[in-house]
């Protein structure tokens, strides 16, 4: 299949743009934010201050060949990895891109050269009008929640929506200057230059739909993203709860351990014989024990078997 007829699929022309529009998305979302750092890091500057600083400066290096030297290798690297044209070389890569932009009646007479100054132009053009973007729509996005993966598919989306509009101008550009002058009352006849726009209405409404369906994704993915933080908070709760529930056990055993700790050190009483003090008064066992009187602190007469009823513990050593 030739070029041309690759890109008369809407959906491979649709894919092209989206890598471009992802390369240039890649350096203003991860490069310039990471430059920005290091400037609020090194100065008293505000990270949105030097966010603003480091996009301006972006915009103005898009003038010089190095720029574009750089992101359109970028762009051949991520042509190759992702999408059919695995094995395309550089120049035809920049012939491909230029195809994008220019109705197929002109491409095949352009020069590589002129290929180069229309993609360099556009894609100039893009990068200026998504930097004011960024500052009007998505500024707090890239600044406030950079983590939020959200944050790249709505720049996509835009970069992709500019790039579609590039396109539609470039090929309104090469259709009015083609134009012959047009006598009035003369009714107007169906030229070929006029067939590429029917292709952007049908690219124009594949761009709509993509974006209604993410549209309802991300509806979709910050109910999830809701729902998960309250699924959170109440592990988090249940986590405290089943902790302290924990601590508690752990200290009712170390009481416990305390215990019986103090059961085993106690001294055990062993056996021995009572005697009675002779203090009480009128303390006479003999008749209830079956031996004589105590007196004066004696002894009683008879086994000591007798006195085993004041015995409440017996050591058994």
Known sequence: MSMQQTLTNEKTVLTLLDVCGSCITDVVYNFLFDRAIAIHERTNMGLTEAYRQVLAEYVMESDSAKFYSVLLNTLHHYVRISTV?????????????????????????????????????????????????????????????????????????????????????????????????????????????????????????????????????????????????????????????????????????????????QLKNQKKPSIETMNLDTSYPDTQLGGDLGGGDLEGGDSADGDEDMFSFGVRYVDED
Do not use: W
């Open 85 to 261: 044209f695995n094995t395309i070389s550089y120049p035809d890569c920049v012939s491909l891109y230029a195809a994008l932009f220019v109705p197929h009646m002109y491409i095949q007479s352009m020069t590589a050269e002129q290929k180069l100054n229309i993609l360099t132009m556009v894609i100039g053009n893009t990068i200026r009008e998504f930097a004011n973007d960024i500052l009007k729509e998505h500024l707090g996005g890239i600044i406030d929640d950079h983590q939020d993966p959200i944050n790249i598919e709505l720049l996509q989306d835009s970069v992709l929506k500019i790039l579609i509009k590039q396109r539609d101008i470039s090929y309104d550009r090469f259709i009015e200057s083609q134009k012959p002058n047009k006598k009035p009352n003369k009714k107007p006849t169906r030229t070929k230059e006029a067939i590429p726009q029917k292709s952007l209405v049908k690219l124009t409404d594949i761009f709509k739909k993509s974006i209604n369906r993410r549209t309802l994704l991300e509806k979709k993915n910050a109910t999830l993203i809701s729902k998960n933080k309250q699924l959170v908070k109440q592990f988090d709760e249940l986590k405290k709860m089943f902790l302290a529930q924990i601590a508690a056990q752990r200290e009712q055993t170390a009481i416990i351990k305390e215990l019986e700790q």
